[in-house]
């Protein structure tokens, strides 16, 4: 979101309940986010479990974690089910959508988002989000896959970079934790950010992480 925008939304909402979101962003810190999906369409799909996890002073904090399994608006299918190893039983006993997202907001304020094929995920939340607030998520975002393609094209100018998520993975030395689940993605993808901004070697802070 461009400044002139922000300026905009905090002059007409500056005072309202979400005013938090559009404050100026802490330095140094991001939010690592995920989504488990029914699908691929956002326009049709729907949210199964959304996770966080903050990332600040080289490492990633994952006792301050968010985590919420959603319960969805229609059933699944078994090829939904084999991505994201959730079952409708499962699926059933987590809670609606829009009070999760509510709790999401307020929990994330207006740290930067860290994210791989964030944009997917941000289109999953943007009709909860507007919903909510009035208006679109204003948060900073950073894409893991175009940061890691900008630093490939650097060591390898003109060649074409895997952009895979096990890939960057891999050649960032991060283990994958519990892929296809919103806190392994979320974590591993933070993990990633760590490593790829070069500082010491990226480290949890908190419970233990998800298993490989």
């Given at each position: ?15 309202g309940?979400w005013?938090?979101?559009?404050q100026?962003p802490?330095d140094?810190e991001w ?10 369409d956002?326009?049709r799909?729907?949210?199964?479990s ?8 080289g490492r ?5 974690r968010?985590?919420r399994?959603?319960?969805?608006d229609r059933d699944?299918?078994?090829e939904?089910?084999?991505h ?5 039983g499962e ?8 009070p ?6 307020q929990?994330?304020?207006s ?6 094929h ?8 943007a009709?909860h989000?507007?919903?909510?607030t ?6 900073p ?6 940061a890691?393609a900008t630093?490939a094209?650097?060591a390898?100018?003109g060649?074409?970079?895997d ?5 960057i ?12 689940s919103?806190l ?10 760590l490593?790829?901004?070069g ?12 298993p490989?």
């Open positions: 979101m461009d400044p002139l925008h922000r300026w905009w939304l905090r002059r007409r909402h500056g005072d309940p005013a938090g979101l559009l100026r802490p140094d939010v690592s986010l995920d989504l488990e999906t029914t699908g691929l956002h326009a799909d729907h949210i199964l959304l996770a966080a996890v903050p990332v600040r002073d990633v904090w994952l006792s301050e968010f985590e399994r959603i319960r969805p699944f299918d078994i939904s089910i084999r994201h190893r959730i079952t409708p699926a059933g006993t987590g809670m609606s959508v829009t999760a997202v509510r709790e999401l907001l929990w994330l304020g740290r930067r988002l860290l994210g791989y964030l944009r997917f995920d941000l289109a999953m939340l009709p989000v507007r919903a909510l009035g208006f679109p998520l204003p948060n975002r950073v894409e893991l896959a175009d890691f630093r094209l650097r390898h100018p060649a074409p970079a952009l895979a998520f096990r890939t993975a891999d050649a960032l030395g991060v283990p994958v934790l519990a892929r296809h919103a392994g993605d979320a974590t591993t993808v933070a993990l990633c950010w490593a790829l901004r500082g010491r070697a990226p480290s949890l802070h908190g419970s233990r992480p998800p490989r």
